[in-house]
């Protein structure tokens, strides 16, 4: 291995880019009320990489925007209007760290795909989008390995109950 080698092997480690993970469903729309089928890709990069496991997360969010507008008047009787959005943000779900797989060794410049079923709690509200109010649901895909884990970041999917 050589001193260019080594350096792009120290990059990897430390912005987790020893490979590319993202996120596909099955079908884009679910009712909620059976799991949902989530496709993980893994494009391995240059180097053989030892993974400790491939975990998913489940969340969902409510925002709400709220008005807020104050009206003051100075000393000349002028009126002057300030209005601020106040935003509110909330877990509604999370379902903490799911193992799709133990220990593995992936091999460079090789994909990889595993399948996980999302069982949702029929008591959690779907995904809507209002004028001051939204509530979205995501998945994250990440393998946990030495240095900073290469993940698919936060994708959104939609569920209707």
Not at 84 to 91: A, C, K, L, T, Y
Not at 135 to 159: C, I
């Amino acid at each position: 291995m050589g001193l260019f080698d080594k350096l792009k092997q120290a990059k990897n480690f430390i912005t987790g880019g020893a490979a590319e993970v993202s996120i596909s469903f099955e079908e884009e729309y679910n009712d909620g009320n059976k799991p949902i089928k989530v496709h993980i890709h893994c494009q391995v990069k240059d180097a053989d990489c030892k993974v400790r496991k491939v975990y998913i997360k489940v969340k969902a969010t409510e925002e709400v925007i709220a008005r807020d507008i104050d009206i003051a008047r100075d000393e000349g009787g002028n009126i002057t209007r300030y209005r601020e959005d106040v935003r509110n943000v909330i877990e509604t779900y999370n379902s903490g760290e799911q193992m799709i797989t133990g220990e593995l060794s992936l091999e460079a410049n090789q994909t990889y795909d595993w399948t996980a079923d999302i069982e949702l709690p029929s008591e959690c509200n779907g995904t809507y989008h209002g004028q001051n109010a939204r509530h979205e649901w995501e998945v994250f895909a990440g393998l946990d390995m030495a240095g900073n884990d290469p993940d698919s970041g936060w994708v959104s999917f939609y569920v209707y109950f």
